[in-house]
Protein backbone atom coordinates (compact mmCIF):
# COMPACT_ATOMS: atom_id res chain seq x y z
CA UNK A 1 0.00 0.00 0.00
CA UNK A 2 3.03 2.38 0.33
CA UNK A 3 3.04 4.73 -2.06
CA UNK A 4 -0.50 4.24 -3.54
CA UNK A 5 -2.56 7.50 -3.24
CA UNK A 6 -6.12 6.93 -2.57
CA UNK A 7 -8.69 8.98 -4.21
CA UNK A 8 -9.37 12.08 -1.82
CA UNK A 9 -10.76 15.88 -2.25
CA UNK A 10 -7.49 17.94 -3.70
CA UNK A 11 -5.66 20.44 -1.05
CA UNK A 12 -7.24 23.82 -1.48
CA UNK A 13 -10.58 22.76 -3.27
CA UNK A 14 -13.41 24.44 -2.22
CA UNK A 15 -16.75 22.19 -1.31
CA UNK A 16 -15.17 19.96 1.04
CA UNK A 17 -16.44 16.34 -1.11
CA UNK A 18 -14.25 13.71 -1.95
CA UNK A 19 -14.47 12.12 -4.97
CA UNK A 20 -17.62 9.50 -4.41
CA UNK A 21 -18.84 11.74 -2.50
CA UNK A 22 -17.90 10.97 0.87
CA UNK A 23 -16.91 14.00 3.52
CA UNK A 24 -13.77 15.86 4.51
CA UNK A 25 -11.95 12.47 6.26
CA UNK A 26 -11.18 13.93 9.55
CA UNK A 27 -8.84 12.45 12.47
CA UNK A 28 -7.14 13.62 15.32
CA UNK A 29 -4.12 13.21 17.21
CA UNK A 30 -4.67 13.50 20.80
CA UNK A 31 -4.09 12.15 24.15
CA UNK A 32 -7.27 12.13 25.88
CA UNK A 33 -9.79 9.48 24.85
CA UNK A 34 -12.88 11.43 25.96
CA UNK A 35 -11.94 14.32 24.03
CA UNK A 36 -11.63 12.11 21.26
CA UNK A 37 -14.77 10.39 21.67
CA UNK A 38 -16.57 14.52 21.74
CA UNK A 39 -14.66 14.91 18.75
CA UNK A 40 -15.83 12.11 16.58
CA UNK A 41 -19.72 12.53 18.04
CA UNK A 42 -18.99 16.58 16.58
CA UNK A 43 -17.96 15.15 12.98
CA UNK A 44 -20.57 12.80 13.18
CA UNK A 45 -23.29 14.90 12.85
CA UNK A 46 -21.54 17.70 10.58
CA UNK A 47 -22.61 17.21 7.50
CA UNK A 48 -19.32 16.92 4.89
CA UNK A 49 -17.01 15.68 7.48
CA UNK A 50 -16.31 12.66 7.92
CA UNK A 51 -14.43 10.81 11.17
CA UNK A 52 -11.49 8.72 10.87
CA UNK A 53 -9.73 7.72 14.00
CA UNK A 54 -7.40 8.77 16.46
CA UNK A 55 -4.05 8.44 17.77
CA UNK A 56 -2.89 9.04 21.09
CA UNK A 57 0.88 8.74 20.38
CA UNK A 58 3.13 10.66 17.73
CA UNK A 59 4.25 7.23 16.15
CA UNK A 60 0.49 6.21 15.95
CA UNK A 61 -0.26 9.77 14.40
CA UNK A 62 2.35 9.11 11.44
CA UNK A 63 0.63 5.31 11.53
CA UNK A 64 -2.57 6.91 11.51
CA UNK A 65 -1.58 8.75 8.25
CA UNK A 66 -0.36 6.47 6.46
CA UNK A 67 -3.10 3.82 6.66
CA UNK A 68 -6.51 6.03 7.06
CA UNK A 69 -5.03 9.06 4.82
CA UNK A 70 -7.46 11.88 6.41
CA UNK A 71 -7.87 14.81 4.75
CA UNK A 72 -7.94 16.80 8.12
CA UNK A 73 -5.65 16.06 11.63
CA UNK A 74 -6.72 17.78 14.54
CA UNK A 75 -3.64 18.05 16.41
CA UNK A 76 -3.28 18.88 20.38
CA UNK A 77 -0.22 21.20 21.08
CA UNK A 78 0.50 19.66 24.02
CA UNK A 79 1.82 16.60 22.66
CA UNK A 80 3.90 18.55 19.51
CA UNK A 81 5.31 21.49 21.63
CA UNK A 82 8.47 21.84 19.14
CA UNK A 83 5.87 20.88 16.02
CA UNK A 84 8.50 18.19 15.23
CA UNK A 85 5.22 16.34 14.88
CA UNK A 86 3.64 18.82 12.39
CA UNK A 87 6.44 19.20 10.42
CA UNK A 88 6.47 15.59 9.57
CA UNK A 89 2.98 15.01 9.11
CA UNK A 90 3.15 17.85 6.91
CA UNK A 91 6.21 16.87 4.87
CA UNK A 92 4.86 13.23 4.74
CA UNK A 93 1.51 14.37 2.87
CA UNK A 94 1.10 18.19 1.62
CA UNK A 95 -2.28 17.65 1.10
CA UNK A 96 -2.62 16.80 4.41
CA UNK A 97 -4.55 19.66 6.03
CA UNK A 98 -3.44 20.22 9.86
CA UNK A 99 -5.56 22.07 12.41
CA UNK A 100 -3.69 22.73 15.85
CA UNK A 101 -5.27 23.12 18.87
CA UNK A 102 -3.65 25.38 21.18
CA UNK A 103 -3.44 25.13 25.08
CA UNK A 104 -2.55 27.87 27.14
CA UNK A 105 0.13 26.98 27.70
CA UNK A 106 1.17 26.98 24.25
CA UNK A 107 -0.30 30.55 23.36
CA UNK A 108 2.54 32.07 22.99
CA UNK A 109 4.08 34.30 20.01
CA UNK A 110 6.87 31.90 19.65
CA UNK A 111 5.13 28.91 19.08
CA UNK A 112 2.42 29.93 17.11
CA UNK A 113 5.19 30.81 14.33
CA UNK A 114 6.37 27.54 15.03
CA UNK A 115 3.30 26.37 13.77
CA UNK A 116 3.41 27.79 11.14
CA UNK A 117 6.50 27.39 10.06
CA UNK A 118 6.30 23.62 10.41
CA UNK A 119 3.41 23.38 8.11
CA UNK A 120 0.20 23.88 10.03
CA UNK A 121 -2.63 25.25 8.22
CA UNK A 122 -5.35 26.69 11.31
CA UNK A 123 -4.68 27.43 14.91
CA UNK A 124 -7.47 27.06 17.20
CA UNK A 125 -7.80 27.57 20.79
CA UNK A 126 -8.46 24.13 22.57
CA UNK A 127 -11.38 25.43 24.20
CA UNK A 128 -13.16 26.54 21.41
CA UNK A 129 -16.91 25.46 20.78
CA UNK A 130 -17.49 23.04 18.36
CA UNK A 131 -19.08 25.24 16.08
CA UNK A 132 -16.01 27.45 15.31
CA UNK A 133 -13.91 24.13 15.04
CA UNK A 134 -15.88 22.85 12.34
CA UNK A 135 -15.50 26.14 10.64
CA UNK A 136 -12.14 26.43 11.07
CA UNK A 137 -11.75 22.71 9.39
CA UNK A 138 -13.74 24.04 6.14
CA UNK A 139 -11.90 26.80 5.92
CA UNK A 140 -8.68 25.70 6.40
CA UNK A 141 -9.23 23.35 3.92
CA UNK A 142 -10.56 25.45 1.40
CA UNK A 143 -8.45 28.82 2.33
CA UNK A 144 -4.85 26.98 3.26
CA UNK A 145 -4.45 28.78 6.50
CA UNK A 146 -6.96 29.80 9.62
CA UNK A 147 -6.38 31.94 12.22
CA UNK A 148 -8.54 32.14 15.22
CA UNK A 149 -9.48 35.70 15.68
CA UNK A 150 -8.26 35.30 19.39
CA UNK A 151 -5.10 34.63 18.38
CA UNK A 152 -4.36 36.39 15.15
CA UNK A 153 -2.58 39.17 17.44
CA UNK A 154 0.34 36.26 18.50
CA UNK A 155 1.00 35.83 14.94
CA UNK A 156 2.13 39.64 13.99
CA UNK A 157 5.91 39.65 13.63
CA UNK A 158 7.86 40.08 16.91
CA UNK A 159 9.34 43.15 17.13
CA UNK A 160 12.25 42.15 19.28
CA UNK A 161 15.16 40.52 17.93
CA UNK A 162 16.31 37.15 18.78
CA UNK A 163 18.85 36.96 21.61
CA UNK A 164 22.17 36.14 20.07
CA UNK A 165 24.77 33.87 22.12
CA UNK A 166 27.12 35.54 24.26
CA UNK A 167 30.81 35.94 23.08
CA UNK A 168 32.96 33.37 22.97
CA UNK A 169 30.00 31.28 23.93
CA UNK A 170 29.85 28.14 21.11
CA UNK A 171 27.35 27.76 19.03
CA UNK A 172 24.39 24.94 20.51
CA UNK A 173 24.20 22.20 18.68
CA UNK A 174 21.07 21.78 16.35
CA UNK A 175 19.06 19.01 18.57
CA UNK A 176 19.57 21.59 21.66
CA UNK A 177 18.03 24.08 19.43
CA UNK A 178 14.79 22.08 19.30
CA UNK A 179 15.10 21.19 15.28
CA UNK A 180 14.39 17.40 13.79
CA UNK A 181 17.54 15.87 12.98
CA UNK A 182 15.28 12.53 12.37
CA UNK A 183 13.40 11.15 9.31
CA UNK A 184 9.99 10.53 9.93
CA UNK A 185 10.46 6.75 9.94
CA UNK A 186 13.42 7.32 12.36
CA UNK A 187 10.94 9.27 14.41
CA UNK A 188 8.59 6.20 14.57
CA UNK A 189 11.57 4.13 15.65
CA UNK A 190 13.13 6.32 18.36
CA UNK A 191 9.15 7.05 20.03
CA UNK A 192 8.82 2.74 20.38
CA UNK A 193 12.36 2.73 21.67
CA UNK A 194 11.62 5.08 24.60
CA UNK A 195 8.21 3.02 24.90
CA UNK A 196 10.59 0.27 26.00
CA UNK A 197 10.42 -1.59 22.66
CA UNK A 198 12.82 -4.45 21.19
CA UNK A 199 13.97 -4.16 17.81
CA UNK A 200 11.90 -6.78 16.99
CA UNK A 201 8.77 -5.71 18.83
CA UNK A 202 9.23 -2.13 16.69
CA UNK A 203 9.24 -4.43 13.23
CA UNK A 204 6.38 -5.82 14.39
CA UNK A 205 4.64 -2.70 14.88
CA UNK A 206 6.17 -0.59 11.86
CA UNK A 207 6.13 -3.67 9.62
CA UNK A 208 9.26 -3.58 9.19
CA UNK A 209 11.94 -6.13 9.21
CA UNK A 210 14.01 -6.20 12.37
CA UNK A 211 17.50 -5.68 10.32
CA UNK A 212 15.91 -2.39 8.86
CA UNK A 213 15.18 -1.60 12.36
CA UNK A 214 18.89 -2.20 13.35
CA UNK A 215 19.94 0.23 10.82
CA UNK A 216 17.54 3.26 11.64
CA UNK A 217 18.81 2.36 15.49
CA UNK A 218 22.04 2.90 14.34
CA UNK A 219 21.20 5.94 12.08
CA UNK A 220 19.83 7.65 15.07
CA UNK A 221 22.47 6.63 17.82
CA UNK A 222 25.11 8.50 14.94
CA UNK A 223 22.71 11.71 14.54
CA UNK A 224 22.39 11.60 18.38
CA UNK A 225 25.73 11.16 19.01
CA UNK A 226 24.35 8.55 21.31
CA UNK A 227 26.45 6.13 23.20
CA UNK A 228 23.30 3.57 23.51
CA UNK A 229 19.50 3.50 23.14
CA UNK A 230 18.88 4.72 26.42
CA UNK A 231 21.10 7.66 26.30
CA UNK A 232 19.35 8.58 22.75
CA UNK A 233 16.35 8.82 24.45
CA UNK A 234 17.72 10.55 27.17
CA UNK A 235 19.28 12.98 24.67
CA UNK A 236 15.92 13.25 22.77
CA UNK A 237 13.98 14.17 25.81
CA UNK A 238 16.49 16.95 27.29
CA UNK A 239 16.45 18.42 23.95
CA UNK A 240 13.11 18.07 22.66
CA UNK A 241 12.31 15.56 19.90
CA UNK A 242 10.64 13.18 22.78
CA UNK A 243 7.77 15.05 24.51
CA UNK A 244 6.58 13.38 27.68
CA UNK A 245 2.93 12.53 27.29
CA UNK A 246 0.91 15.60 28.99
CA UNK A 247 -1.98 13.10 30.00
CA UNK A 248 -0.76 9.86 31.19
CA UNK A 249 -2.81 8.18 27.93
CA UNK A 250 0.00 6.03 26.40
CA UNK A 251 -0.37 2.16 25.58
CA UNK A 252 1.65 0.23 27.14
CA UNK A 253 4.66 -0.94 25.93
CA UNK A 254 3.84 -4.40 24.68
CA UNK A 255 0.69 -3.32 23.76
CA UNK A 256 -0.60 -4.15 19.47
CA UNK A 257 -0.47 -1.39 17.21
CA UNK A 258 -4.10 -1.64 16.50
CA UNK A 259 -5.60 0.16 19.58
CA UNK A 260 -3.04 2.92 19.20
CA UNK A 261 -4.91 3.42 16.14
CA UNK A 262 -8.94 3.82 16.82
CA UNK A 263 -10.56 4.14 13.38
CA UNK A 264 -13.97 4.75 12.77
CA UNK A 265 -16.38 1.41 11.56
CA UNK A 266 -16.42 2.06 7.44
Same mark, same amino acid.
Given at each position: ??? *??????? %???? @? !???????????????????????? /????????????? @??????????? =?????????????????????????? /?????????????????????????????????????????????? %???? &?? $? #???? *?????? &???????????????? +????????? !???????? +???? =?????????? $??? &?????? $?????????? /?????? /??? #???? %??? *??????? =????????? $????????????????
Amino acid at each position: MRG *IEPNRAQ %AGRP @G !GLSPGGRGLGVAAVDPIPIFCEGL /SSLVHRTPGLQWL @GHAGSHHAALQ =LCEQLKPDVIVLDSALDPNCHLSRLL /SGGDPALVIVTLVRDTNRTQQYLAAAIAAGVHAIVPRATDGRHLTE %AIRR &AH $S #DRRY *IDPTLA &ALTARPKRQPVLPKAG +EPPKPATAR !GLMPLSRR +EYQV =LQLVAEGLEN $SGI &AKILFL $SVETVRTHVK /SILRKL /SAR #DRTH %AVT *IAFRSGI =LVANPDDAH $SPPDAAPAPSIAPSPR
